[in-house]
């Protein structure tokens, strides 16, 4: 090579040298991409245990048993699954069903829990209580998969009836990390402030347990209270409240333009919360702070005006541990906690 | 280190520069003026044409009455008089101390001039490529004709998709540029969330771009500078109006209206978003989000004396976005106002100019809508079943930019200095989850972002040339003081005429950039929240280019080829740690504990981008064009200790734009993109998630940036009659834009595309989502 370039006319050496340099050029930025989507193919176990509110009609409990064989998810029979109750040893009724295809995209569980105690005295649905503990034990292809969970206890809301506004309230729980409020999101406040809603309609508050909340807030988690595949093993206690008739309303409210309603299932009032007034002073400025940021045309007392709460403003209603603080936020400063 | 430890290091430079004062002066010789006049072939004055002399660095431009006055050493000289859209002229003038007479000088219309893409109408700037808007008639327009649909034509300049209209230059980030507007800074001139350009282009009389090389008057930015010219008064009234898919406009460019003041005033307006809304409002779909833009543009040029001149501009943009599906959110609002003033003064050698600019750019969203489904959300829906929520986005964006400028002028060299100063006032505020969507989705639910920077900038500049070879030399300095500290970068460029038609250059700079926005933006964002780090980020680049313009017949067809190499390298990148993603955020949108103020966690990171352009472009008088570009790059940084690809790293863009008249007055033009996907992160496992009583696949992430985007392909075809009638020129346009209706999504999403290849017998979606199909439009225009 070196030869044939000393031996070409100048010219020609000049321009294949151009082109050795332009080509390097091209060349030196070269490399392999990695693919799209990478195989897999790793166990996977999924339990997630529930205690719902008796007269709720929940769909069963369902568990997973599979291969996450990327892209595509197959199913696997299980060697040995079994769920004990930590505190009694005793064992739950799991067993495995086929498989559908709910939507597009959507399986079911390879595993069910019986609805309630068996002939053979297996636990069933109807035995999972908040605050109790679980363990689980699964066997599958040579290996073995174990979790435990306690569930979190039970939530007692409070409803505050306001003239636009429902507000429900509910004092901090045991073993709960997150609270999934009524349009769905994962919360850690106790406060959920929406439009106001009919009456007899249902409101489900739902006390998530460390494990299962790790899980639903990290996108991109595997794996979450299970040991020896993916997966996760968590649980969560729902509890809910019917919105009273209105007339019943007034009249508890005597006559007041927001008043506070305890519901049968929220019969006994929170510890932090002695301070009636001061919850009830809470509630009117959370009102007034989201009508004042747009979501309400009800405009502000001028007394209000003055202190600062500007229609720029925006509330942060915050309510969590025993604290609760309830902040005006714009770009002037922030007005609280009020 | 302290950064006044810096001013060491370029002591040197510093010498070097100052020692080419004395060295030139003592060749001083004794001067005369040459005057002369420009004049079209129809006896139009041609204003602010170029006017050099060959071998030396005298130059000047005409004023208002299309003439110029340059001093010269008494002797023999050529003149090369430069205007884009004319035939350069060179005339022999004689510099006497007694002249006479005015010269005047013609110049002939040059067809294949403007009607290419791509002019070296400044050929003094051998970095600077230049798009003129008679170019952008011949692009089939995406909507409507903008000049940032056009410059991705260019080499070395890529654009994300056909729904994100920024750019990136030589392999930089989006916000690595400054966008100027007849010297003064711009901060977001684009319309419907970034998709197209804020200019209507019939007010523009160019737009440079300058990449390889930034002189150092310019705005310091690590990646370059897009500059938008706007057209000049020619001596008669010229009147223009549009009618397009989007819009409607108007521009009016009037001589001599207020004594020696020329005007310009343009504006455009949206009319789409009025018959959208009623198409919804009569049973349409109630999901059709409707964008709505106006932008206007006003300049009144003053020649008060044959010395001095001043220029006032007024812009105004305004973008409003209406949720037609829901009742309680107030419209997205954003736009940005500029004032600017500018003064030239012109004495003999000297020439010297202020200007003052004041810019705001502005952001306000409200969106409180509340539509619980209240007693039927099971315990695991996803929370997109609650239809809650509450967003405000509110920001504020104030920048006050001054610059004094002074430049002294021999015939071999020249000196020029400038001071200036950039106040930037930001008071950005934003809550909730919907509210980072609509900015970045790296900025937290809530944030409140106050703060505000100084730079005083002093920059100075000597340029030679050689009076045998010609070989031009600029050696400049700029200096930049921030909190106390000084930052020097030194800029250095060569350029020498090898042969007749082949001119080689090269360039050496040192950038500093004093802000930077969070992350890239996505489709459908607003204008972005700018931050100052706690320290600038700087670039070192060296690019090498030859341009090849080859003699032959330029009567009947004009080629030029042109080829770069550039490396650059990112001192200090400011990038958020790879983990800071919304995925990690947490999922509520009430925020605790203290007031919510928020800035960037910058780490700062070495980045890397080296490329290769070619470019060629062939026109005729008979209206035949051929341009195409190629550029090979890389960009890529090291985060975390890893060198990964940057996530607008496209390796090969390949761009053509052909043009041919078919005869009685109509044109067929085709213009195609293609370019390498960008840098994506793959999906490496998948495993489930619970959803209320069933199970949905979860997609793992894998590592970042470590796969890659399907290509871009897009060939677009138009034709265009244009005739004259009625004293006015029309022009009719129907264009086919994806004509071959390619699938380019327009934002990767790994989970479609993992979703799709699971699913049994597969999919044809690539996991792109929302691109661009065929979309047919058309135009009517009228220029009078």
């Known amino acids: 090579m070196t030869s044939l370039m000393c031996k070409a006319p100048a010219r020609m050496r000049r321009q294949l040298s151009a082109f050795c340099f332009f080509f390097a050029a091209c060349a030196c930025g070269c490399e392999p991409s990695a693919p799209l989507i990478a195989e897999s193919d790793e166990l996977m176990v999924y339990v997630v245990l529930e205690s719902s509110p008796s007269d709720f009609a929940p769909q069963p409990i369902t568990a997973v048993v599979a291969r996450s064989a990327t892209p595509a998810v197959e199913f696997l029979s299980a060697h040995v699954f079994s769920m004990r109750r930590a505190s009694d040893g005793r064992l739950f009724d799991w067993r495995e069903q086929p498989t559908i295809s709910i939507g597009i995209g959507q399986l079911s569980g390879n595993y069910v829990l019986a609805e309630a105690l068996s002939d053979v005295g297996a636990l069933g649905r109807d035995s999972l209580m908040p605050g109790d503990r679980y363990d689980l034990w699964v066997e599958t292809r040579g290996r073995t998969i174990t979790g435990s969970v306690t569930l979190p206890g039970r939530p007692v809301l409070r409803l505050h009836r306001g003239v636009e506004l429902d507000t429900i309230m509910w004092a901090p729980v045991a073993g709960a990390a997150a609270y999934r409020t009524p349009d769905g999101r994962l919360s850690a406040d106790t406060m959920w402030i929406g439009n106001r809603q009919s009456a007899g309609t249902r409101y489900f508050v739902t006390a998530v347990d460390p494990q299962l909340a790790q899980y639903l807030r990290s996108p991109r988690l595997a794996q979450s209270g299970v040991a020896g595949s993916l997966g996760l093993f968590g649980g969560q206690v729902t509890v809910s409240l019917k919105v009273p008739p209105d007339g019943a309303a007034s009249a508890a409210s005597s006559g007041s333009a927001s008043a506070t309603h305890l519901t049968e299932e929220s019969a006994a009032t929170s510890s932090h919360l002695q301070n009636e007034a001061a919850f009830h002073r809470q509630i009117l400025l959370s009102s007034r702070c989201l009508a004042t940021a747009g979501l309400l045309e009800r405009g502000g007392s001028k007394a209000e005006r003055e202190a600062g709460v500007k229609r720029e403003s925006i509330c942060l209603a915050s309510v969590k541990g025993d604290s609760h603080s309830l902040q005006l936020w714009s770009k002037g400063g922030v007005y609280g906690p009020l | ?784």
């Open chain 2, 1 to 784: 280190m302290p950064a006044w430890g810096k001013t060491r290091c370029y002591s040197g430079v510093a010498t070097a520069l100052l020692a080419l004062l004395p060295l030139r002066s003592a060749s001083a010789q004794v001067a005369a003026v040459v005057r002369g006049c420009v004049l079209s072939a129809r006896g139009d004055t041609i204003v602010q044409a170029s006017v050099s002399v060959r071998g030396a660095l005298n130059q000047t431009r005409t004023s208002n009455d299309g003439c110029f006055a340059i001093a010269l050493p008494v002797g023999e000289w050529r003149l090369v008089i430069r205007r884009l859209g004319y035939r350069p002229a060179e005339i022999l003038a004689r510099s006497e101390r007694e002249t006479p007479g005015v010269l005047s000088v013609v110049l002939e219309p040059a067809t294949t001039e403007l009607g290419r893409l791509v002019v070296n109408g400044e050929s003094l700037s051998p970095f600077t490529t230049t798009v003129t808007p008679t170019a952008l008639r011949q692009l089939p327009p995406l909507g409507e004709r903008d000049p940032f649909r056009a410059l991705p034509f260019l080499p070395g300049i890529a654009q994300p998709n056909d729904l994100l209209g920024r750019l990136h230059l030589a392999g930089g980030a989006s916000d690595e540029h400054v966008i100027t507007l007849n010297g003064h800074p711009l901060q977001a001139p684009f319309h419907i969330n970034s998709v197209m350009g804020a200019f209507n282009p019939a007010s523009l009389d160019r737009v440079d771009v300058v990449m390889h090389h930034l002189p150092v008057s310019r705005f310091d930015r690590v990646s370059g500078s897009i500059d938008l010219h706007t057209r000049e008064a020619a001596g008669r009234a010229e009147r223009e109006a549009q009618l397009s898919v989007l819009s409607v406009s108007g521009t009016v460019l009037e001589p001599s209206v207020f004594g020696n003041t020329d005007v310009l005033a343009t504006a455009r307006a949206s009319y789409l978003d009025a018959v959208l809304k009623r198409l919804s409002l009569d049973g349409g779909s109630d999901d059709i989000r409707v964008p709505s833009f106006r932008d206007a543009l006003v300049t009144a040029r003053t020649q008060w004396s044959r010395r001095l001149d001043s220029e006032v501009l007024l812009f105004h943009t305004q973008d409003r976005w209406f949720e037609s599906g829901s009742s309680t959110a107030a419209p997205a609002a954003w736009g940005e106002n500029l004032i600017g003033v500018r003064v030239g003064y012109r004495e003999g050698r000297w020439n010297g100019g202020a200007r003052v600019s004041l810019n705001r750019a502005t952001v306000a969203q409200r969106t409180l809508a509340d539509d619980v489904q209240s007693g039927h959300v099971g315990p695991l829906e996803s929370s997109a079943m609650g239809q809650r929520t509450t967003s405000l986005i509110d920001m504020d964006q104030q920048w006050v930019s001054a610059q004094l400028d002074a430049q002294y002028q021999r015939e071999r060299w020249r000196v020029a200095a400038a001071i200036g100063l950039d106040a930037r006032n930001h008071d950005n505020a934003w809550l909730g989850l919907d509210a980072t969507e609509r900015l970045l989705n790296e900025l937290p639910p809530a944030g409140h972002y106050v703060a505000s920077q100084l730079v005083r900038n002093g920059s100075f500049e000597g340029t030679t040339i050689t009076e045998r070879w010609g070989i031009r030399s600029t050696l400049g300095v700029r200096a930049s003081a921030v909190g106390g500290s000084v930052y020097f970068a030194p800029r250095a460029l060569v350029s020498a005429p090898v042969a007749t038609n082949i001119t080689l250059s090269l360039g050496l700079d040192r950038r500093f950039q004093f802000d930077a926005i969070a992350a890239e933006p996505n489709e459908g964002t607003l204008t972005q929240p700018v931050f100052f780090p706690m320290r600038p980020r700087s670039a070192d680049v060296a690019a090498f280019s030859a341009a090849w313009r080859p003699s032959g017949d330029e009567q009947r067809t004009r080629v030029q080829v042109s080829a770069a190499v550039f490396g650059k390298r990112n001192r200090d990148r400011p990038v958020l740690p790879l983990a800071t993603t919304s995925d990690d955020l947490p999922q509520t949108a009430t925020p605790v504990g203290p007031p919510p103020s928020w800035a960037p966690p910058f780490t700062f990171v070495v980045g890397y981008a080296v490329g290769t352009t070619v470019g060629f472009d062939i026109a005729s008088t008979s209206g035949w064009l051929l341009q195409g570009s190629y550029t090979r790059q890389r960009s890529r940084d090291a985060r975390d200790g890893v060198i990964r690809p940057t996530p607008w790293d496209a390796p090969h863009q390949l761009t053509g734009l052909f043009g041919v008249p078919l005869g009685r007055k109509w044109q067929f033009t085709m213009a195609g993109q293609f370019r390498s996907g960008p840098a994506v992160t793959p999906i490496a496992l998948t495993v489930l998630n619970p959803f209320s009583q069933s199970y949905v696949p979860r997609y793992i992430p894998g590592e970042p940036l470590t796969a890659r985007a399907p290509a871009f392909f897009r060939a677009d075809i138009g034709v265009q009659r244009s005739w004259i009638a009625r004293r006015a020129t029309w022009v009719v346009s129907a264009q086919a834009i994806n004509a071959l209706a390619s699938d380019n999504g327009v934002r990767y999403d790994g989970v479609a595309a993992a979703a799709c290849s699971g699913r049994p017998g597969g999919c044809t979606n690539n996991g792109g989502t929302g691109g661009l199909p065929f979309l047919p439009s058309l135009g009517i225009e009228v220029r009078w």
